[in-house]
């Protein structure tokens, strides 16, 4: 894991932040995606627990990077139910990570455009954001499907440049997959940190690449997060 140096605000115009496992709480989805659902799957096919869960796993695999990965409507089709629905219902589960709420309103404080990239539908950001608020501290919140592309797609970051408007050089990039990250580190993003800690009920996992910080407010102190893998 690379040391944490001196972020310098004054080269930096826009701040890009992915939003679950960076802003949110990840928890959530993966409770949703690796138990509540496999649960409701299992009793509506007369599955085991385990066996529902494997066939959810290689069904969530043989999308992955792309846009029905995270396509709530897709998977209400391809499971039979309203996953939408099931968001609204557990939304009591969807929080800001430690450390969000007081970074987003220094970030602004110190005059800086905030644009959230998540790779989630928009069927998603809007039960996430009408639950936390998130949109309030934000300039924007652009979702994969209003780019065309996942995160870790090298056609998403000239895409979504023209789109929001920003200069790679004089913007921050915070995100904890570190597929994203090497995305937009080929793209040449100036500065790219990854988030070590993106659910409160697992320990926080550092980058072996980027640098890591557990918590967002330590991109104002000068803390990484010291572990590495």
């Not at 960076?22 to 007369?46: I, S």
């Not at 929080?95 to 800086?112: D, I, S, Y």
Request: glycine share 6%; charged share 25%; with cysteine.
């Amino acid at each position: 894991m690379r040391q944490l140096g001196v972020i310098k605000w004054a080269e930096i115009d826009d701040v890009l932040l992915d939003m679950d496992g960076t802003l949110l709480d990840r928890h959530f989805d993966n409770f949703f995606f690796e138990e509540e659902l496999p649960r409701r799957y299992a009793a509506l096919q007369g599955l085991p627990f385990e066996e529902s869960r494997d066939r959810l796993m290689a069904m969530y695999r043989s999308v992955e990077g792309e846009l029905a990965w995270t396509d709530l409507h897709y998977w209400t089709e391809r499971v039979g139910i309203d996953v939408v629905a099931m968001h609204k219902e557990l939304d009591h589960l969807i929080g800001f990570l430690p450390g969000a709420e007081p970074f987003l309103t220094e970030v602004r404080r110190r005059g800086k455009r905030i644009t959230i990239l998540t790779n989630a539908h928009a069927a998603g950001v809007e039960v996430k954001t009408a639950k936390t608020g998130l949109d309030r501290y934000v300039d924007r919140i652009v979702d994969a499907f209003e780019v065309g592309y996942l995160k870790m797609r090298p056609e998403y970051w000239p895409t979504c440049q023209r789109l929001v408007g920003f200069d790679p050089k004089r913007a921050l990039f915070v995100d904890d997959d570190e597929g994203c990250l090497h995305a937009a580190q080929r793209f040449g993003l100036a500065q790219i940190i990854h988030s070590a800690k993106s659910s409160s009920q697992l320990p926080a996992e550092a980058s072996s690449t980027f640098t890591s910080i557990e918590h967002m407010t330590a991109l104002f102190n000068g803390h990484p997060f010291p572990a590495g893998r």
